[in-house]
C-alpha cells in the first residue's frame, strides 16, 4: 500500500493526479494539520515531522511513501524513512524541467522552507528564479482565498518587468487555486506556461510502486481542517474513503 503525506489537503493534488493514472490504488494519507504550516520551519524540525509521517503510515499499512509536500523533500533525501522506499517531490520536478530546452527561463515559487533547501540547484539546463512566498500555502490551506490572491499578486510584482516562460508550482497546496494563480501570472508575465511537479511525481510512482489494489482511501488527521472534507469531495467524488483524526 502506497502512504502519501502532507501538512494538510495540499498533497491531496498528487493523490488526484496519481489516482488519475491508477483509480484503484490503495493508498493511506496523512495530513498533519496539527503542525501546518510547514514552509516556514527549520530542517531540523521538518527532518522530526517527515519521521513521524513514516512512523504514522507504515503503522497504517504503508510499504511505499510518497512526499506529497515540497518542504520534506529535503527531509526524505537525508533519511527520515529509514529503509522505507519513497518518491520525493523534487527529483521527479527536476526531470521534467530537464526536458526543457537550454533558453527556458522559469519563476519557481514555493515556501521559504522548499526554496532554502536549494533541492532544484542540479538543475542547469535551464535558467530558474526562484521566489519564497510565505503564508501562501497556509491561506490556501484555511480557505482564505482573498489573502492568498494579494500574497501572489505582491510576490508577482516583485519580479516585474521580467520575463519568464513557466511558473513551477513549488508546493502541492498552489493547484488548488491553479486558475487564479495562472491568471495572475498572465498579467504579470504575459503568455506564461503553468508547471505542475505532481504530474512528474505521479508518473514516477506509477514507473516504480506498486499501485494495483482495490481503490481504498484512508485518511488520517492530526486536526479537523476546516476545507479537507469538502476538498476530498471535491476531488474523489467517485471514490468509497474513510476519515479519522488521531
Not at 519564497?132 to 500555502?137: D, F, K, N, S, Y
Not at 513551477?168 to 494563480?181: D, E, N, S
Not at 476538498?231 to 471514490?239: G, H, I, S
Amino acid at each position: 500500500m502506497i502512504g502519501m503525506c502532507d501538512s494538510g489537503s495540499g498533497g491531496l493534488t498528487v493523490l488526484s493526479a496519481l489516482l488519475k493514472r491508477k483509480p484503484l490504488c490503495d493508498t493511506v494519507y496523512f495530513g498533519d494539520g496539527k503542525n501546518a504550516p510547514y514552509g516556514a520551519l527549520s530542517a531540523a524540525q521538518l527532518h522530526a515531522l517527515a519521521e513521524r509521517a513514516t512512523s504514522t503510515l507504515t503503522v497504517r499499512g504503508a510499504d511505499e511513501l510518497v512526499f506529497a509536500c515540497n518542504s520534506l523533500s529535503a527531509a526524505a533525501r537525508a533519511g527520515a524513512t529509514g529503509n522505507v522506499r519513497y518518491i520525493e517531490m523534487s527529483l521527479p520536478g527536476i526531470a521534467a524541467l530537464a526536458t526543457k530546452p537550454q533558453s527556458w527561463r522559469g519563476l519557481y515559487i514555493a515556501t521559504p522552507a522548499t526554496v532554502a533547501a536549494r533541492l532544484l540547484d542540479p538543475v542547469q539546463v535551464v535558467s530558474l528564479d526562484f521566489l519564497p512566498v510565505p503564508g501562501l500555502a497556509e491561506a490556501i490551506e484555511f480557505g482564505t482565498y482573498d489573502t492568498a490572491e494579494t500574497i501572489v499578486g505582491e510576490a508577482f510584482a516583485s519580479r516585474r518587468g521580467k520575463q519568464y516562460d513557466g511558473l513551477v508550482l513549488g508546493c502541492t497546496h498552489y493547484p488548488l487555486m491553479w486558475t487564479r494563480i495562472e491568471a495572475l501570472a498572465r498579467e504579470s508575465f504575459g503568455n506564461i506556461e503553468v508547471l505542475d511537479p505532481a504530474e512528474a511525481v505521479a508518473d514516477e510512482v506509477v514507473k516504480q510502486f506498486v499501485t494495483d489494489g482495490q481503490g481504498r482511501l484512508q485518511f488520517f488527521l492530526s486536526k479537523d481542517l476546516p476545507h479537507f472534507r469538502s476538498r476530498v469531495e471535491e476531488l474523489f467524488p467517485r471514490n468509497q474513503y474513510s476519515i479519522e483524526y488521531i
